[in-house]
C-alpha cells in the first residue's frame, strides 16, 4: 500500500498541475468546439482516446512489477498525449480561436501527462 500517495503530497510536487487549472484547461478547450465542426471532433477523439490510454497506463505503474514496465511504451503514449493536444490546438486555432488552454497547460512533460490522468478521471466518474 502507498500511504504516502495523498493529494496533497502531490501538490508539493514540482511542476504540479492542480484539480482546478486542469478543470479550467479542459473547459476552455471544450468551449472551443464548433457545432458540427468534423476537424475539431476528430482531433478532439484523438486526444481523448490518447489521454485516456496513457491515464490508464500511468495509473497502473506503480503497481507494475518494474520487470514488466515498458519505459518505451510508456514513452510513446505520452508523445501522443503531447502531439494530440498540438493538432486540437491547430485545428481550433484555424476556427479562429486562440487556444489559449495550450500555453496555459504549458510544454512541461510531466504537467500535461497529469491533465491527461485528470481527463481520464473525468470520464470514468461520468461513466457510472
Not at 8 to 37: G, K, R, T
Not at 89 to 102: D, I, L, P, T, Y
Request: hydrophobic content about 40%; some cysteine; proline content about 2%.
Amino acid at each position: 500500500m502507498q500511504k504516502d500517495f495523498i493529494y496533497h503530497n502531490y501538490l508539493n510536487l514540482p511542476n504540479f498541475l492542480d484539480f482546478s487549472e486542469a478543470m479550467e484547461i479542459y473547459e476552455a478547450l471544450l468551449l472551443e468546439a464548433q457545432p458540427e465542426d468534423e476537424a475539431y471532433e476528430k482531433a478532439w477523439d484523438r486526444a481523448l482516446m490518447a489521454m485516456v490510454d496513457y491515464g490508464s497506463l500511468r495509473s497502473h505503474w506503480k503497481i507494475t512489477p518494474k520487470t514488466e514496465r515498458s519505459n518505451d511504451e510508456r514513452t510513446v503514449m505520452h508523445d501522443s498525449v503531447i502531439h494530440s493536444l498540438d493538432v486540437l490546438a491547430e485545428v481550433s486555432r484555424s476556427n479562429g480561436c486562440k487556444a489559449m488552454w495550450r500555453e496555459q497547460l504549458g510544454n512541461q512533460r510531466k504537467r500535461i501527462g497529469d491533465f491527461a490522468c485528470y481527463v481520464s478521471m473525468i470520464y470514468g466518474l461520468f461513466a457510472r
